[in-house]
């Protein structure tokens, strides 16, 4: 289901001298300032917020879902990854949504399904990082989200939008019951509604922690859930036993002088970013204006060869060969860097040969879904937390399950274990393999070292090009990040080039089209939320096109 169209909202940069908080909904931002004002650290407020946002802004994460976090903890100068993306349970086979006939099932039919299921893991990621980095109490990041839920919220526009395009939504007595009208019309915007089925499961989450989730009767209820689906799900209570986060080290490199950070594998959209910034660099882009066709068309052919490789080679690198380092190389940069013509566009690119590749994988160009979000959050201790969030499709699989949505990010994998050729895609599916995403959280140091930028967003596929706009703004054409996250998305994922429909952009086509590109325009609604290291504090920026706030002390 596609975002809904909006229109851009005038946004002013945030400012404070203390600490930030910028999340894609004010509730959700109010509920992060809260825990930073009773002394908690950027952590702490990750998990409030977290929780704010499952309750506030349910058809794009919670803790049905996955998540990609990085944090920068500003005593040990360390970047920390924490994977909290969803397994595959262990019944999962390469062929569970091919047909009798061998083809793939509909894609709608495998997203509204139990099998879309992956085993979830952002409360296990945020227990983890938690207990490594929490100041405050477990219980009490839980109060803000509870005292909402059982007190009353009111819905957004988005909420509504989405929620009243579901027919499933509408007929499910518990989603109806907070979406819709006794008549079946949605609710309107700005109803006040509660969700008393939540607020339980958080109190038990919030006293007997993640396993409370993992182990016993939430995780026996959401497998029962998945079987009584018509077409039913696969996961069983041992799948969510035996979920483990995945922590390790970001992956970095360099742009200008800064050090851009992000997730190692599976997120392609980490390393795609760095992949387009290194190609770019050769180019005199600050000299560039924001808004002219030479910045657009060599940020599109960036694009084209970082999707060209992420078709290839990005998947769970416990289960595929994939060569990060070798693709991020500034050697294997500089060589697909000069495949980029001033004068005309590549069309559609190849994937490159980097030169640790070892296995012959074929090409799939499944990609992700918009039930997204991302919030950054700098505390005054100048520790960071970079996060986007996800249960996939708006609402997941649309299957609800003690207040919340269940995720649908099996469909992440491809849908097919092979290509046309019979040669094996890296991305196919495996029993404890995470699928392939585009979720890309982003940590920036300056030339000395010190944290200057915290940065993600939403919308599945889109996430790479618009952080990476979003960061060319900021360091090469010097703006503040609320404007560079107001530039116009766009770009190319190796098809046509995107322009967004009424941000500005749109007299750039019959240029791009005249040097060889297939302009497309349309709505990228994004959902870019950052923080700025700025003389004397912090500033905040949050996406026009969509509802959220910044706000710091």
Same mark, same amino acid.
């Given at each position: 289901?596609?975002?809904?169209?909006? =229109?851009?909202?005038?946004?002013?940069?945030?400012?404070?001298?203390?600490?930030?908080?910028?999340?894609?909904?004010?509730?959700?931002?109010? *509920?992060?300032?809260?825990?930073?004002?009773?002394?908690?650290?950027?952590? %702490?407020?990750?998990?409030?917020?977290?929780?704010?946002?499952?309750?506030?802004?349910? =058809?794009?994460?919670?803790?049905?879902?996955?998540?990609?976090?990085?944090?920068?903890? *500003?005593?040990?100068?360390?970047?920390?990854?924490?994977?909290?993306?969803?397994?595959?349970?262990? #019944?999962?086979?390469?062929?569970?949504?091919? !047909?009798?006939?061998?083809?793939?099932?509909?894609?709608?039919?495998?997203?509204?399904?139990?099998?879309?299921?992956?085993?979830?893991?952002?409360?296990?990621?945020?227990?983890?990082?938690?207990?490594?980095?929490?100041?405050?109490?477990? #219980?009490?990041?839980?109060?803000?989200?509870?005292? @909402?839920?059982?007190? !009353?919220?009111?819905?957004?526009?988005?909420?509504?939008?989405?929620?009243?395009?579901?027919?499933?939504?509408?007929?499910?007595?518990? +989603?109806?019951?907070?979406? /819709?009208?006794?008549?079946?019309?949605?609710?309107?915007?700005?109803?006040?509604?509660?969700?008393?089925?939540?607020?339980?499961?958080?109190?038990?989450?919030?006293?007997?922690?993640? %396993?409370?989730?993992? =182990?016993?009767?939430?995780?026996?209820?959401?497998?029962?859930?998945?079987?009584?689906?018509?077409?039913?799900?696969?996961?069983?209570?041992?799948?969510?036993?035996?979920?483990?986060?995945?922590?390790?080290? *970001?992956?970095?490199?360099?742009?200008?002088?800064?050090?851009?950070?992000?997730?190692?594998?599976?997120?392609?959209?980490?390393?795609?970013?760095?992949?387009?910034?290194?190609?770019?660099?050769? /180019?005199?882009?600050?000299?560039?204006?924001?808004?002219?066709?030479?910045?657009?068309?060599?940020?599109?052919?960036?694009?084209?060869?970082?999707?060209?490789?992420?078709?290839?080679?990005?998947?769970?690198?416990?289960?595929?060969?994939?060569?990060?380092?070798?693709?991020?190389?500034?050697?294997? @940069?500089?060589?697909?860097?000069?495949?980029?013509?001033?004068?005309?566009?590549?069309?559609? &690119?190849?994937?490159?040969?980097?030169?640790?590749?070892?296995?012959?994988?074929?090409?799939?160009?499944?990609?992700?879904?918009?039930? +997204?979000?991302? /919030?950054?959050?700098?505390?005054?201790?100048?520790?960071?937390?970079?996060?986007?969030?996800?249960?996939?499709?708006?609402?997941?699989?649309?299957?609800?399950?003690? !207040?919340?949505?269940l995720n649908n990010h099996m469909t992440d994998f491809s849908l097919t274990?092979?290509?046309?050729?019979?040669?094996?895609?890296?991305?196919?599916?495996?029993?404890?393999?995470?699928?392939?995403?585009?979720?890309?959280?982003?940590?920036?140091?300056?030339?000395?070292?010190?944290?200057?930028?915290?940065?993600?967003?939403?919308?599945?596929?889109?996430?790479?090009?618009?952080?990476?706009?979003?960061?060319?703004?900021?360091?090469?054409?010097? @703006?503040?990040?609320? *404007? &560079?996250?107001?530039?116009?998305?766009?770009?190319?994922?190796?098809?046509?080039?995107?322009?967004?429909r009424g941000a500005g952009a749109e007299r750039l086509s019959a240029a791009?089209?005249?040097?060889?590109?297939?302009?497309?325009?349309?709505?990228?609604?994004?959902?870019?939320?950052?923080?700025?290291?700025?003389?004397?504090?912090? =500033?905040?920026?949050?996406?026009?096109?969509?509802?959220?706030? &910044?706000?710091?002390?």
């Amino acid at each position: 289901m596609p975002e809904p169209a909006g =229109q851009m909202i005038e946004r002013k940069p945030s400012f404070s001298k203390r600490d930030m908080v910028a999340a894609a909904h004010p509730l959700a931002t109010e *509920a992060g300032i809260e825990v930073l004002a009773k002394g908690g650290s950027a952590i %702490d407020a990750a998990v409030a917020v977290q929780m704010v946002l499952n309750l506030v802004e349910p =058809q794009s994460s919670g803790i049905g879902g996955g998540s990609f976090m990085l944090y920068y903890a *500003a005593k040990r100068n360390a970047t920390i990854a924490y994977d909290g993306r969803e397994i595959a349970p262990q #019944a999962a086979t390469p062929t569970m949504f091919l !047909g009798e006939d061998g083809k793939p099932m509909r894609f709608a039919d495998a997203v509204r399904s139990g099998k879309s299921f992956g085993v979830p893991g952002t409360l296990r990621s945020l227990e983890a990082a938690h207990a490594a980095h929490g100041k405050l109490p477990w #219980a009490a990041l839980f109060q803000p989200a509870i005292r @909402l839920a059982e007190n !009353g919220y009111p819905l957004s526009a988005r909420t509504v939008q989405q929620a009243g395009s579901s027919a499933v939504l509408r007929d499910t007595p518990e +989603t109806r019951a907070i979406f /819709f009208n006794a008549d079946g019309t949605p609710k309107a915007v700005g109803t006040i509604v509660k969700n008393p089925a939540l607020a339980a499961t958080m109190k038990r989450i919030a006293v007997g922690g993640a %396993d409370v989730f993992y =182990q016993g009767e939430i995780a026996r209820d959401i497998v029962a859930a998945l079987r009584a689906h018509p077409r039913p799900g696969i996961a069983t209570e041992a799948d969510f036993a035996a979920y483990r986060v995945r922590i390790s080290e *970001a992956v970095c490199g360099g742009y200008r002088g800064s050090r851009i950070c992000s997730m190692p594998m599976p997120s392609s959209g980490g390393v795609a970013i760095l992949q387009i910034l290194g190609m770019l660099e050769r /180019f005199d882009l600050p000299s560039m204006k924001p808004d002219s066709v030479e910045a657009a068309h060599l940020f599109a052919e960036a694009g084209r060869l970082a999707f060209a490789d992420r078709e290839k080679f990005a998947a769970d690198d416990r289960f595929a060969d994939v060569p990060v380092m070798a693709l991020i190389s500034s050697a294997y @940069l500089r060589e697909r860097s000069a495949l980029i013509r001033t004068d005309h566009s590549l069309g559609r &690119a190849a994937p490159g040969t980097p030169a640790a590749v070892k296995l012959s994988q074929a090409e799939d160009a499944t990609t992700s879904l918009t039930g +997204t979000s991302h /919030f950054s959050i700098v505390d005054a201790d100048g520790n960071a937390v970079s996060m986007t969030t996800s249960v996939d499709a708006s609402f997941g699989s649309q299957i609800f399950v003690r !207040g919340f949505f269940l995720n649908n990010h099996m469909t992440d994998f491809s849908l097919t274990p092979t290509d046309a050729a019979g040669v094996p895609i890296a991305n196919a599916i495996a029993p404890g393999k995470r699928p392939r995403s585009t979720m890309a959280p982003v940590i920036i140091f300056d030339d000395k070292a010190k944290l200057k930028m915290v940065i993600g967003s939403a919308l599945g596929a889109t996430i790479v090009n618009s952080v990476s706009k979003t960061i060319i703004g900021v360091l090469d054409w010097q @703006l503040d990040v609320q *404007a &560079a996250i107001a530039l116009p998305n766009g770009g190319s994922r190796n098809g046509p080039t995107d322009i967004e429909r009424g941000a500005g952009a749109e007299r750039l086509s019959a240029a791009l089209r005249n040097i060889g590109h297939e302009v497309r325009i349309g709505d990228i609604p994004s959902g870019l939320h950052g923080v700025l290291r700025v003389p004397n504090g912090w =500033q905040g920026g949050v996406d026009p096109r969509r509802e959220g706030a &910044a706000k710091g002390r």
